[in-house]
Structure formats: C-alpha cells, structure tokens
C-alpha cells in the first residue's frame, strides 16, 4: 500500500443499537505512523466505534475503508480469563494460531515483560496482563495498535508507563495507535491527533487545540487542563521519564 | 473372569459417552454454561414424549428438542431476562412438559425413572454403536474446532479481531451439547446427565496447567468413574448411572482437597 493512503477511512459512520443511536455521521481517518486518541465521556460510544472499525460490529450507514493488507493488532478493554480455564502465557498467545516460541519471546520482549511464557494468566498482576495483551496484539506485526482503555485497573504511574511504552513503540516499529482512554492528561500527551467523541465527533485536533475547544470543556469541564499543561511540560522536559520506564527497555 | 455381555455394553456405553462429554464438560465449566447444559438434558424429556408420541426413534426425538430448546435459549439470552432465570424457566418447564406429557401417550406404561436416571445396564449392541458414532463425531467436531473454540471462550472480542466469529463457535459447541444429552439419556438419564459434563471437568482443574491438559485429564477421569461406577454398583446392587455419577463426585472432592492440601504446603 502507499504510504499517504490511510490505513483506515471512514465516512458517515452510524451505528444503531436496538432503537438508540450509538453512533452517526461520523468520518474519520487514521494515517501510517499516527497516534490517534479518542476521548469522550462514558457511554459515547468510543468502544462501539473501534468494535466497528474491527468489523465487531454492523453499521447501520455509512462505509469504512480499509487499506489492502491492512494488519490490526487488537488490544481489549479488559480481559476476563475464569479462573477455571487453566492457560500459560506461552499458550495464550499461540491462540487462535501456533506462534514459533522465538517469536512469543521477542513479542513479550518488546511488550517490556520477558520471562512471563511459562507463567499462569490467572497469576498476572493488572499491569503484566495488560502487556501480555500487548505482546499479542504485536504477534501480528500491526500497522495499527487498536488499544480500547487497556489501562483500567492500573494506577496512574502504571499506566504512564504503559502509554510512553506504546508511544516508543510506534518510534521502532512505525505502526499506528488508536486509542480510546478516560486518563486524558496521561493520553493526550503522546498523541499526535485527539478526537472527542459523544455520539458523533464533537471535536478534533492537536491534544492543545482539543483541551481549548468549547465543546470539550463542555463535556469535561476546565479542570484538566492546567494536568494537561503540566504533564506536558514535564514530558518535553525528559527530566523523569527514566524513572517511570519499566526496566526491561 | 468374563464379563457379561451386558456388563460389557454397559462398559462399552458408558466410556463412549464419558470420551464425549469430558472436553464438551470443559467448555461448560469455562464458559460457565453449567445451566445450560441442564436446561438441554431436561428438554430431553419432552423430546421423549414425542418420540413415543409419534413413534419415531428416541435418539432422533431428543436431539431434536434438545437441539431447539438449546438454540432457544441461546437467541433469548439477553432480552431483558437474566439468563438464569431464562434457564430456569425452561429447563424446568420442559421437564415438567415431558413428564406429562407422556402420560398421554396412549398404550405406553413405562418406567419414567429410566429415563430420569438411566438404564445403562439395558443398552443394546445398537445403542453402544450410536453412542460410539455420536462420541467419534462431538469429539471430531471438538477437536476440528478447538483453537477458535477456545480463542471465543477467553475472549469474543479478541476471536472476532482474529477473524474468528464467536457466535458461530457457540452454535458449534450448542449443537454437540445437545448430541452429548441425546446420546447420555440411556447412561445417566434426564437429570444426571450435567454431572457427567461438569464434575470431571471440575476434578482435572487443579491438576491442568494447559486447556488441553485439563480435557485430557477429565476424559481419564470421567473412564475411571464410568469403571468405578459400573464396578461398584455389580457389587453393591445399586442403580448405575447415580453410582457413575457418586464415583465422579468423589474423584471431585479428593482431586480439590488434595489441591487445597498441596497449596497450603511450605513454597517449594
């Protein structure tokens, strides 16, 4: 595929569940290289749109492009694995396809959690399991990362780190990144491109031209921004990034 | 010693269904369909009620029924009803429907409690091989199917995004619940027949660190207590399907205290 076609485009997206109206008129586009972020408040539909980027999901109007070959790597919002299903890490990434062992080690390499195959899923902590999810969705060498809140249940240094690691990510292996986050002042930073969804698209741009627009402060009120500002600063600044990396980069 | 044909059919009978139902059973425990699979074994019986109605073969009555009420419960699912009270409706309402069911059918007095709890030591040379053909053809399709069954059961969301699609693995795995109930009936009757697919599978748990490993350890464990119960209801002179059904509650408990004995050791 050429580089300036986009991976994906979307145009009058409308999603309808039952009689209500998850989505509509919604166009969008993500390019090579891209990290996108979508925010948006509970209930607005972020998930049902990357469901129907997917193909999760049947669109009631509207059409979406894929580019020919495109390969996404899928990483959900929260995984509930029952405690009765008895799986590896090794194993759980060798579904639905066997992987060759040297790959799931360099998966779980670049993910930040080697050494984790021959553990149980059942014994991961929030933060292990959220990039085993990573390794797994790399397996697939995407183009594009579809991240859908993958960091719930991680607290705030977790999943800083787990966003700068996403962000580096993209600079080594050149793919794309959409993501769906409620931790603005944490996502907005690495991203090149924020959408503020409620339904349809309320807003978009630069993560600056986003936090200053009316209609998302509407939505979220001023009080993020001076975290943003803060956050922001700090970031360029590279003073306490080493801190937060996981070791193993 | 020689076996008695009979003994030998049972035998025969029971290891067939117990080869079937066990990885099926794993799926159960994982997806937490316990109920569901009681609801089918239940219908079964008004699947019993029209094949002698209507005189067509029990097998092909039951699987019909239980095939319906299976796909039924599947499309109810989240209307506005809580599955379980779903289930409970209809598992029960078809159990109930059956029974009275039959005492309509004219010209029939039958033992309702071989149908209820088996008649295992009555199966005909014919019966063993449909149970046979039955067992070849749910663990075929288990196999054929496994890795997208399992991908759909840790995560729709993740099969979907590999090109696997969930509702179609669950209409599979429906499907070969309702032939494991239809093939049951005659070994452990309408109402034991979950047992059979949940309590093995319970007892391979604490011993599996892989899905496969644990399938495997509950078709060993559910052979041993077909074996076992067989064994031990020639010797005590009890009904057949409920002592299979004790011998596998005890593997069950023995199994999980010995794992709740193990875990509470000093780390190795």
């Known amino acids: ?249 | 010693m020689t076996l008695d044909p009979f003994l030998m059919r049972a035998i025969l009978a029971g290891l067939g269904v117990a080869l079937a139902a066990a990885p099926l059973g794993c799926f159960v425990v994982w997806r937490r369909m316990a109920y569901f699979g009681d609801a089918t074994a239940h219908a079964a019986m008004l699947g019993i009620a029209l094949s002698l109605a209507l005189s067509v073969p029990l097998l092909a009555g039951t699987l019909a029924v239980a095939l319906t009420m299976a796909l039924a419960v599947s499309r109810l699912s989240g209307r506005g009803i809580a599955v379980d009270t779903l289930l409970g409706v209809m598992s029960h309402s078809a159990l109930a429907f059956g029974i009275v069911a039959i005492a309509f059918v004219p010209g029939v007095r039958l033992d309702l409690s071989a149908y209820l709890f088996g008649d295992i030591l009555a199966v005909r040379w014919v019966d063993v091989a449909l149970i046979w053909l039955g067992a070849a053809s749910v663990s075929a399709l288990v196999a054929w199917r496994w890795s997208a069954l399992l991908t759909a059961t840790l995560s729709p969301e993740l099969a979907q995004a590999s090109g696997i699609r969930p509702e179609r693995e669950r209409l599979i795995l429906t499907v070969a619940l309702a032939l494991v109930v239809a093939l049951a009936i005659k070994v452990v009757g309408v109402l034991l027949i979950a047992a059979l697919l949940i309590i093995p599978a319970a007892a391979a748990r604490p011993m599996a660190r892989t899905p496969e490993g644990m399938a495997a350890i509950a078709t060993a464990l559910a052979a041993a207590s077909v074996l076992a119960g067989i064994a031990l209801s020639f010797a005590a002179d009890t009904p057949t399907g409920p002592t299979i059904v004790c011998a596998a509650a005890l593997v069950f408990v023995l199994s999980n205290s010995a794992a709740a004995l193990l875990s509470r050791a000093p780390p190795r």
């Open chain 1, 1 to 249: 595929m050429s580089p300036d076609t986009p991976l994906i485009d979307c145009h009058g997206l409308d999603v309808r569940y039952g009689g209500t109206r998850a989505l509509h008129g919604i166009d969008f586009h993500i390019d090579r290289g891209e990290i996108v972020t979508i925010v948006g408040p509970n209930g607005s539909g972020k998930s049902t749109f990357l469901r129907a980027l997917i193909g999760a999901v049947p669109l009631s109007g509207g059409e979406i492009r894929h580019a020919p070959g495109l390969r996404i790597g899928y990483v959900p919002q929260r995984l509930q694995i029952d405690p009765t299903l008895p799986i590896t890490v090794a194993r759980f990434l060798c579904l639905p396809d066997a992987v060759p062992r040297a790959r799931i080690a360099s998966a779980l390499d670049t993910a930040g959690v080697p050494d984790l195959s021959h553990r149980q899923m059942a014994a991961l902590s929030g933060g292990q399991f959220q990039r085993v999810l990573l390794a797994r969705a790399l397996l697939s060498d995407p183009d594009l990362l579809i991240l859908d809140e993958a960091t719930q249940g991680l607290d705030q240094p977790g999943s800083a780190a787990f966003y700068r690691q996403i962000e580096g990510l993209r600079d080594d292996l050149g793919c794309a990144v959409l993501m769906v986050s409620h931790e603005l002042h944490v996502v907005m930073s690495a991203s090149d491109r924020v959408i503020c969804l409620n339904g349809h698209v309320c807003c978009e741009g630069t993560p600056e031209t986003v936090s200053a627009a009316p209609a998302y402060q509407a939505l979220f009120g001023t009080g993020t921004q001076g975290a943003l500002a803060l956050y922001r600063h700090e970031h360029h600044g590279h003073s306490h990034d080493d801190i937060d990396r996981p070791a193993a980069e």
